[in-house]
Antibody, heavy 118, light 107 residues
Framework: QVQLVESGGGLVRPGESLRLSCAAS????????MHWVRQAPGKGLEWVSF????????YYADSVKGRFTISRDNSKNTLSLLLNSLRTEDTAVYYC???????????WGQGTLVTVSS | EIVLTQSPATLSLSPGERATLSCRAS??????LAWYQQKPGQAPRLLIY???SRATGIPARFSGSGSGTDFTLTISSLEPEDFAVYYC?????????FGGGTKVEIK
C-alpha cells in the first residue's frame, strides 16, 4: 500500500535551516506529482509547495517563496524540502502528500514537526 | 490567490443528524474542489474530489455538490466517527489554497 514517511523535523533557531525528507513506497513514485502541506499548532492546513513528477515544475506559497526549495530524487523515491531562513511562524507539522488514485491528495504521511524558537 | 471561506466555523450536531458545510471561493474554481476530514493527531483524509466524486473507501453518507464559487459538503446522518474538522481545497490556480475549516462537534 502507499506509504509516505517524513523525517528531518526538529527544534531550530530563527534564521537557521533544516531539510525535510519524505520516503515514498507502495507506488511508482516517478509517475506522481508531490506536495508539502503544513499545519501550525492549533491552526488549519496550509499548502506549501509542489513538484511535478519529473521535477520540471515547482510552485510555492508566497509565505515561503525564496526561502524553501522542493526537490525530488526519483531514483531513491524521496521528496525533500529545504527550509532556509526559518521564522517562528514556520513552526508547524509538515506533511508530504500526493494523489495516487484520484485528483486530490489521497495519500499523506504522518507529518514531521518543525519548531522554530530562540 | 483564491481565498476559500468556510462556514460555519463550528457546527454542533447530534449523531444521526444531517450536517451541511459550506465553502465559498473568491473566484471560480470550476469543479476543482476537494474536501478533507481531519481528526486530532491525524493527517487529513480525502473525502471528495472534483466537487462531487467520493474518494476510495468513503461512505455514501458523504456527498459533495457545487461548482464555480459555491460548494457544499453534506453528511446525511452523522456517525460518532464523523465528528472532526473538515477543510475544502482548490486546485484551479496556483497557489493551491485551503479553507479555514469547519469543526463538527457533538451537541
Amino acid at each position: 500500500q502507499v506509504q509516505l514517511v517524513e523525517s528531518g523535523g526538529g527544534l531550530v533557531r530563527p534564521g537557521e535551516s533544516l531539510r525535510l525528507s519524505c520516503a515514498a513506497s507502495g507506488f511508482t513514485f516517478t509517475y506522481y506529482d508531490m506536495h508539502w502541506v503544513r499545519q501550525a499548532p492549533g491552526k488549519g492546513l496550509e499548502w506549501v509547495s509542489f513538484v511535478r513528477s519529473d521535477g520540471t515544475n515547482e510552485y510555492y506559497a508566497d509565505s515561503v517563496k525564496g526561502r524553501f526549495t522542493i526537490s525530488r530524487d526519483n531514483s531513491k523515491n524521496t521528496l525533500s524540502l529545504l527550509l532556509n531562513s526559518l521564522r517562528t511562524e514556520d513552526t508547524a507539522v509538515y506533511y508530504c502528500a500526493t494523489g495516487v488514485l484520484v485528483a486530490g491528495l489521497d495519500s499523506w504521511g504522518q507529518g514531521t514537526l518543525v519548531t522554530v524558537s530562540s | 490567490e483564491i481565498v476559500l471561506t468556510q462556514s460555519p466555523a463550528t457546527l454542533s450536531l447530534s449523531p444521526g443528524e444531517r450536517a451541511t458545510l459550506s465553502c465559498r471561493a473568491s473566484q471560480s474554481v470550476s469543479d476543482f474542489l476537494a474536501w478533507y476530514q481531519q481528526k486530532p493527531g491525524q493527517a487529513p483524509r480525502l473525502l471528495i474530489y472534483d466537487a462531487s466524486s467520493r474518494a476510495t473507501g468513503i461512505p455514501a453518507r458523504f456527498s459533495g455538490s457545487g461548482s464555480g464559487t459555491d460548494f457544499t459538503l453534506t453528511i446525511s446522518s452523522l456517525e460518532p466517527e464523523d465528528f472532526a474538522v473538515y477543510y475544502c481545497q482548490q486546485r484551479r490556480n496556483w497557489p493551491l489554497t485551503f479553507g479555514g475549516g469547519t469543526k463538527v462537534e457533538i451537541k
